[in-house]
Each structure stands twice: as structure tokens, then as C-alpha cells.
């Protein structure tokens, strides 16, 4: 009890709260000892002040973080949630030619009406271009600039964009203006002589396939890393 | 051993209140209901506090030289204050259904009475906001008004300029038109271009790797909740910064000097 006492008056100041020196002169402040806290015993390794102030501190985070941390994943859960494959009949494998494109309309999401619908442009394979005679060519309207649809102009033989002036040739390849890769396009198969569409696919300027990437990122080189495969869309 | 307790700081009586004027030593109902303004902010008063701090903010010292251009961020924050109001009116009509919402936006334009002025004050305040916005940047910055110590309101206010273009942004697909429905495509294929993190973004803004139903609810809940109320705070600490720290004079005005040090000026 006898430091106590001591605490109770500010220590290096005098009767009357006068800055005194320890021989009792007044010649300015001296370094203050320390306070010892109430509770104080010798060999103390934390305050009682201490952790409760730590312990406050922890539990308002576990708070904060049980609301915060379920409300960022909600928000976040779409960029890691796999959309469904589907495959979409798209007509009889002869209403298709290997000369010239034949216009279909898919439906790419059933929530929105006629927004998640599009236009995909479909040939068969053309053996002069190195393609076999027997697969389907599925190129999506989707331009690889940024995202506006492309029309096929049948006499010039190209895709072309509205936007920005993008321009494909009939393989999709970019032909001028500032799309970045050729255009996309989906997988196909054939099932009872009709020709299905699956899920969409990038492919880069040597027509290797990619997994889906969103218009305006280029794959070939450094590119294809810079922009990896999203968690919602399915591996080429 | 005996426990010293302070006293606790107990207030002393309150003062009797002033006497009302009397008419013929008597107080008429006429003199009470002159005092019952003065009686209701002097009872706010009391127990807030805020008339000091009103008086204090309304009444500061401001720098010789101040004129209509130190306006123009009151005026910027009207015009958000303008957004906000206008936009609670036109939430309670607008549906932020993708078969629907195209609809309700007609009907408010053509069917609710005075529909057209207030989606018309939401769409043209919009513009007026970031035209408003790009001048008080630019008398600030002209103004040297970003200098020291006044940095941090100058990032703070460059926060809160992106945060009212995200505001264009998720505001622009709500029509749900054509042209909207496409600037979003593009919109949202451009925020995918940033390397890396692009691709992840863009899914997180339409909520998939297409245009769902979810991107126009998502936009919604941006435009309307999330970004207005980080807006509205951001503003508050904006706001005090500028009671606190005080506003600049016009750089033409040089400062005026004590006499001794005036005569030396060459």
C-alpha cells in the first residue's frame, strides 16, 4: 500500500502542484516516473488494461467480420460459381452449307428474355480451309473488341462490327480495326442429324482454342496469362 | 484505510428562466407563445449542444477575396442531394426486373403524373452533377485550394468524383433500352481488359460469365444503396474537413504583411 500513496499525489510535483525538482528546487520538469497501474505486481507480463483492451478489440472484429465476411461472399459468389453446360439444338445438319453462313438464334441466358439472346453465324467445315467436312463452325456475333454484335456481309465476305469498325474474314480472323483476336466460338456436336451448340470458346490468333474469355483480351503470347481462365466458364 | 472519492461534478441549480414581459404585471398567452420558439431551441440546445457547433459552422471566418466560385462543391452537393431525392421518388415506380423494368420506365415517363420532370431532373441532374463536379476540381485546383494541409480532401474528393462516374455508370443500364443494354455490354468488357483481376471483375459486375438478370439487380443495388451511401459518407468528411481546415484566398490576393516587414518587401 505504500505505492499507493505514492501515485496519488503527481509524482515530481509538490504540495501545491508546482514543478519542483527532487531536492525540492523549483527548476522545471523532470521525467515523470512511471504510474503504475492499479493491480500492478512485480514480474507482470501484460496489463489487465491491456487485455481487456486487446479483448474488446478481438471480439468487435470477430463481429464485424461474422456480417462482413458472408456479405462479401455473397456478393463475390457468382465470379466462382460454374455456369451449367448447355446444348441448344440449332436445325438439321443439311440446312447448313460449308460456303456460306446460316444465321441461328440461341438463347445464352433463359433470365433475361430477349437480352440473353444472340445470333450465332454456322457452316459446315470447309475442306479448303483445312477444316474437316463432317464438323460444324459455330462463330459467335460477340465482337472480340468490345462485345458489340457483328453482322456477316455475305457479298464481301466478312464480319463486320458497328461500334468501332471492327472487321473479321469468314474464318473470324480480325482483319482490321481494334478487335484483339479473332471471334469467338461454341462447341458443336451432331445428335440424331441435328446440329447442337454447346459453350462458347475463345481461341487466339492461330485458332487455338482457350476457355471463354470476355471481349477486348487478346491470348496470343504474354496474354493468355495476364488474362487466366475464369472460374465460371468451363476448360476448352 | 480511507478511499478518497472526487466529488462527483454535479451542475449547480439551474437559473430560474428570465422573466416574460408582463403586461400589467400579468403573462398574457400571447407572451408565452412568443417564447415557445426560442423556448424549443433553447431545450434542443441544451441537450445537444449543436447551437455552438451550428454557429460555429455557419458563422466561421472566411478569407478576404471569396466569391461565387468558392460555390460551386455546395452546388455539386445539392445537385447529389437533388439525385437523391428524385431517385427515392422514381424507386418507388421503377422495377428492376429485365422483363419489367423497360416497361415501368416508360410508365413512369408517360402515365405518372409529373413522371417525365422527375426522371427528367434524375437524368439531366446526372450530367449537371459531374459538370459541377469538374468545375469545383478545377477552381480548386486552379486556386491552389489542394496545397497543404489540404491533400486529403484532395484525394477524398477525387474518390468521391469516381464514385458519382461509377453513379453514370449503373445508373445508365436501368432504362434498359437498347443503347443502355449495350453500353453495359461494353462497359463491362472494359472494366475486363485490366490484366489479371479483369477477368474476375467483369464476372462480379454481371454476376456470370453472360448478361444475366442478376447484372441489372446487381447495377440497382449499386446505383441505388451502395454508392450513395459511401457517397453520402465520404461527403460528411469532406464537409468537416473544409469547416475544419478552413478555405483558401484567391491566389491574386497576396498576404498582407506587419508594417516592419512590409517596408522591407522590395
Redesign the interface.
Known amino acids: 500500500m505504500a505505492d499507493r500513496t505514492e501515485t496519488e499525489r503527481r509524482p515530481g510535483t509538490g504540495e501545491n502542484g508546482a514543478f519542483t525538482s527532487r531536492d525540492g528546487a523549483p527548476n522545471g520538469p523532470q521525467p515523470l516516473p512511471k504510474a503504475k497501474m492499479p493491480g500492478y505486481f512485480e514480474g507482470e507480463t501484460i496489463t489487465r488494461r491491456a487485455l481487456f483492451t486487446g479483448g474488446a478489440l478481438a471480439a468487435g472484429g470477430i463481429a464485424g467480420a461474422a456480417i462482413a465476411l458472408p456479405a462479401i461472399g455473397f456478393a463475390l459468389g457468382p465470379v466462382f460459381d460454374k455456369v451449367e453446360e448447355v446444348w441448344q439444338d440449332a436445325g438439321a445438319t443439311t440446312d447448313f452449307s460449308a460456303d456460306d453462313y446460316t444465321p441461328k438464334v440461341l438463347t445464352l441466358d433463359t433470365s433475361v428474355g430477349e437480352a440473353g439472346k444472340t445470333t450465332v453465324y454456322i457452316r459446315k467445315g470447309n475442306t479448303s480451309l483445312g477444316e474437316r467436312a463432317d464438323e460444324f463452325i459455330a462463330i459467335s456475333t460477340r465482337c472480340a473488341h468490345l462485345g458489340c454484335p457483328v453482322r456477316w456481309v455475305g457479298p464481301a465476305q466478312r464480319f463486320v462490327c458497328p461500334c468501332h469498325g471492327g472487321v473479321y474474314n469468314a474464318r473470324g480472323e480480325v482483319e482490321g480495326g481494334p478487335p484483339v483476336r479473332p471471334l469467338d466460338r461454341f462447341e458443336t456436336r451432331v445428335q440424331n442429324g441435328t446440329v447442337q451448340i454447346g459453350p462458347r470458346y475463345s481461341v487466339n490468333s492461330k485458332l487455338e482454342k482457350f476457355s471463354a474469355r470476355d471481349p477486348g483480351e487478346p491470348l496470343d503470347g504474354v496474354w493468355q496469362y495476364l488474362y487466366p481462365k475464369r472460374f465460371s466458364v468451363p476448360s476448352a | ?1 480511507a478511499i478518497r472519492i472526487p466529488k462527483p461534478p454535479l451542475p449547480g441549480r439551474r437559473k430560474p428562466p428570465p422573466p416574460a414581459e408582463r403586461v400589467n404585471g400579468e403573462v398574457t398567452v400571447k407572451d408565452q407563445a412568443a417564447e415557445v420558439g426560442a423556448g424549443l431551441v433553447g431545450w434542443v440546445d441544451e441537450r445537444t449542444g449543436v447551437g455552438g457547433f451550428t454557429k460555429g459552422m455557419l458563422f466561421r471566418k472566411v478569407p478576404k477575396g471569396t466569391n461565387w466560385f468558392y460555390t460551386l462543391g455546395s452546388a455539386t452537393m445539392f445537385a447529389f442531394l437533388s439525385q437523391a431525392v428524385t431517385g427515392v421518388i422514381l424507386a418507388m415506380y421503377y422495377d428492376p426486373d ?2 419489367r423494368a423497360y416497361d415501368s420506365v416508360q410508365h413512369i415517363t408517360n402515365d405518372v403524373f409529373l413522371g417525365n420532370i422527375v426522371r427528367g431532373m434524375h437524368r439531366w441532374g446526372a450530367t449537371v452533377m459531374i459538370v459541377l463536379i469538374f468545375l469545383h476540381m478545377g477552381r480548386v485546383f486552379f486556386f491552389g485550394a489542394y496545397k497543404y494541409p489540404r491533400e486529403l480532401n484532395w484525394v477524398i474528393g477525387v474518390v468521391l468524383l469516381v464514385m458519382t462516374l461509377m453513379m453514370g455508370l449503373t445508373g445508365y443500364l436501368l432504362p ?1 433500352d437498347q443503347r443502355s ?2 453500353a453495359t ?2 462497359a ?3 472494366n ?2 485490366a ?2 483481376l ?3 471483375l ?3 459486375l ?11 439487380t446487381r447495377f440497382y443495388a449499386m446505383h441505388m444503396l451502395l454508392i450513395p451511401g459511401l457517397i453520402a459518407a465520404l461527403i460528411a468528411v469532406h464537409l468537416y474537413l473544409v469547416v475544419k481546415l478552413g478555405t483558401t484566398a484567391p491566389p491574386w490576393l497576396k498576404a498582407k504583411l506587419p508594417e516592419p516587414l512590409e517596408k522591407e518587401r522590395v
Open positions: 484505510m429485365p422483363s434498359f443494354f449495350w455490354i461494353v463491362v468488357n472494359l475486363g481488359t490484366p489479371v479483369g477477368p474476375y467483369a464476372d462480379f454481371r454476376a456470370g460469365p453472360e448478361f444475366g438478370a442478376t447484372t441489372l
